[in-house]
């Protein structure tokens, strides 16, 4: 297996194209990636703080990874097969980021005020994560995952904002039984990873959820597919991914995540794209992940009776 650490090729803040890969692995194989925590290692006692002067870019990533064999127009498959907290904890904690994350117009800057500061640190211990002594249950998750996107689209190619190459998805979906299948935007798919949250709810309202350093052991495929957006598999469910953007709400997204998955459907399952849409409407679900993305599921059972019915297109 191959393994790569943060300690021994330092850490990204972009899904950039241009940088040298810090490992290549073939189709099929597994590899093991150490990452840092979104604050850089900054936090490890509830007296720290974010200090931007020292570190001014968060959500730190490891990469690119080169896959033998992938090429543009076609996809990876990443299957997430665990995640490992490598210190027993991780931190939930504010920022300029969630002021900004929280009150986009800055209402607090006009009147003289600032966001609260403050950290918990919150161990993870026998499959629970602490939180002031509330015993939450320990669901690990990538947070950051994504190829490089093309080199025009620099808004996205920072790995706070999310996109159709990944990225800072957020979705708790993407975890350990989970795959996450990108779509490849240039030879090798470069891909980088980061980002891990010990326990995160939908929204990731606070800007943050419980970042922890961590050991991630993923197994990646190439595809022939080519999908124009990310796709999450696991046992029960399939979804599709959109974001926000330029001229993109979140109702876009959201519409943008149901027509894909709907058009999967009738690639797949043999379900005319209108009727699917429509079985979306009865029992379609969206998770979201931070405030700017979100995932278009149905499970998998209702696509296999539906489809057994025979009402094709």
């Known amino acids: 297996m191959v393994r790569v650490s943060f300690k021994d090729i330092g850490l990204r803040y972009t899904l950039s194209p241009y940088e040298k890969p810090v490992a290549h692995i073939k189709p099929g194989e597994e590899i ?74 800055p209402i607090l800057r006009f009147m003289g005020l600032s966001f609260p500061r403050k950290t918990k640190i919150c161990r993870i211990i026998n499959g629970s994560v602490l939180f002031d002594g509330l015993k ?11 190829t490089a996107p093309y080199p025009e689209a620099e808004c996205i190619s ?10 800072n998805m957020d979705l708790p979906d993407i975890c350990p039984g989970s795959k996450v299948i990108l779509p490849v ?20 309202i606070f800007g943050t959820a419980v970042e922890m350093p961590a050991e991630v052991t993923l197994k990646v495929d190439v595809s022939r597919e080519n999908v124009n957006w990310p796709r999450i598999e696991n046992a029960e469910e399939i979804m599709y991914v959109a974001t926000t953007g330029a001229g993109r709400s979140f109702e876009d997204a959201v519409r943008i995540a ?52 025979g009402m094709r297109r």
């Open 32 to 105: 093991t990636v150490e990452v840092e925590d979104a604050s850089s290692g900054q936090i490890r006692m509830e007296s720290d703080l974010r200090d931007r002067s020292k570190v001014p870019f968060g959500n730190p990533l490891v990469g690119p990874i080169y896959i033998d064999g992938a090429k543009p127009g076609e996809s990876i498959i990443i299957q997430v097969k665990d995640i490992r907290p490598t210190i027993g904890q991780g931190a939930i904690y504010s920022s300029e980021f969630n002021e900004k994350y929280l009150t986009e117009v």
């Open 136 to 146: 939450l249950p320990y669901k690990p998750m990538i947070g950051t995952i994504g």
């Open 158 to 167: 920072s790995s706070v904002i999310p996109g159709r190459h990944g990225g």
């Open 185 to 204: 935007f240039h030879e090798g798919a470069l891909l980088y990873l980061g980002d891990v949250h010990a326990i995160q709810g939908d929204g990731e």
């Open 258 to 309: 149901f027509l894909e998955l709907a058009v999967y459907m009738e690639k797949e399952y043999g379900i005319d794209r209108i009727s699917g849409l429509m079985l979306c409407s009865l029992v379609g679900k969206i998770s979201v992940g931070n405030l700017w993305a979100v995932a278009a599921k149905i499970k998998r059972k209702y696509l296999e009776e539906f489809s057994a019915t």
